[in-house]
């Protein structure tokens, strides 16, 4: 068996932005040698996330943008001295994880499904934690 744990750095140029990480999650899943099992995709940081959703529309990741900060706009009452109050609630609802199940040497998504990360408070260095688990 090869590498169970992968680290990878993105780069961020926005406030706010989806970055597809498929590219990532198939090298560490080609580097561990696992055929079977599942794989976890976690992000260490509180205004950052992890989510599957749409990959053939471009827009749906404008909508999500636009969602997003229209449920949790960032208000002149929060009293978090950094200012980005909003990352930290967008960070929370969409989650610091997800899980994917590997079958016969790839990770099961839908036709039009990618895994992505969530930046909620740009420009910055982010580093993704992929852990693959054979059985």
Avoid at 22 to 51: F, K, Q, W
């Amino acid at each position: 068996m090869g590498k169970s744990l992968h680290t990878f750095m993105i780069s961020t140029k926005e406030k706010q932005s989806f970055t597809n990480l498929d590219g990532y999650l198939n090298e560490a899943l080609s580097d561990s040698n696992v055929r079977d099992g599942i794989m976890v995709v976690y992000c260490p940081h509180t205004t950052g996330a992890i989510t599957i959703n749409e990959n053939a529309d471009p827009d749906v990741k404008t909508d999500l943008k636009f969602g997003l900060d229209e449920t949790f706009p960032n208000k002149p009452d929060y009293i978090h001295m950094e200012g980005n109050s909003d990352g930290h609630m967008k960070s929370s609802v969409v989650g610091a994880s997800e899980t994917l199940i590997i079958s016969d040497g790839r990770f099961i998504l839908g036709t039009w499904q990618s895994v992505y990360f969530c930046e909620f408070d740009g420009p910055r260095e982010r580093t993704i934690h992929v852990k693959i688990i054979e059985g």
